[in-house]
C-alpha cells in the first residue's frame, strides 16, 4: 500500500541523527507505553528512559512490519509549523478502504489513539 498526506510531507525534518546508509533499530517499543500521553510529555519520558523517539520513516518501517492499532507520533521527526511532530497512522479500521497515511499532531495534544514510538539505539 501507498501512504499518504494530507500535507506536504517534504516539510518534514528529524532532529534526531542515525547512521548513513541502512541500519537496525534496537528494542523498539511501539507507542503503546505513551498511549494517552502527549508527545511534549513522551519525550521527556523516553529521554529519562534514554531512549530516542523514532523518526517518520521509522513509523513507516514499523507500521509496514508489525500489526499497529494506533497511530504512532514520530518524535524524531518535526512539521514545519511550530509544535508540531509527524508521525504514521495505518488507516481507519472502521473503513477498509482508507490508506495508510502520514500525520501530524500538536506537541501537546493528547489522544488515546496516539502513543510516540522509541527505540533503544541505531546501529
Not at 75 to 88: E, H, K, M, P, T
Not at 103 to 114: A, D, E, Q, T, Y
Amino acid at each position: 500500500k501507498a501512504v499518504h498526506a494530507d500535507f506536504n510531507p517534504a516539510k518534514i525534518y528529524d532532529v534526531v541523527k542515525a547512521p548513513d546508509g541502512c541500519y537496525w533499530l534496537i528494542d523498539v517499543e511501539d507507542g503503546r507505553e505513551t498511549l494517552e500521553k502527549s508527545p511534549n510529555k513522551a519525550e521527556a519520558l523516553i529521554k529519562e528512559q534514554k531512549r530516542s523517539g523514532l523518526m517518520v520513516a521509522e513509523t513507516i518501517a514499523l507500521g509496514a512490519h508489525t500489526a499497529l492499532r494506533h497511530c504512532v507520533d514520530a518524535l524524531g521527526s518535526r512539521y514545519n509549523i511550530d509544535g508540531c511532530v509527524a508521525g504514521f497512522s495505518r488507516g481507519d479500521e472502521q473503513e477498509p478502504h482508507s490508506l495508510p497515511r502520514l500525520v501530524i499532531s500538536g506537541i501537546n495534544s493528547i489522544s488515546p489513539s496516539h502513543g510516540s514510538a522509541s527505540c533503544l539505539l541505531r546501529i
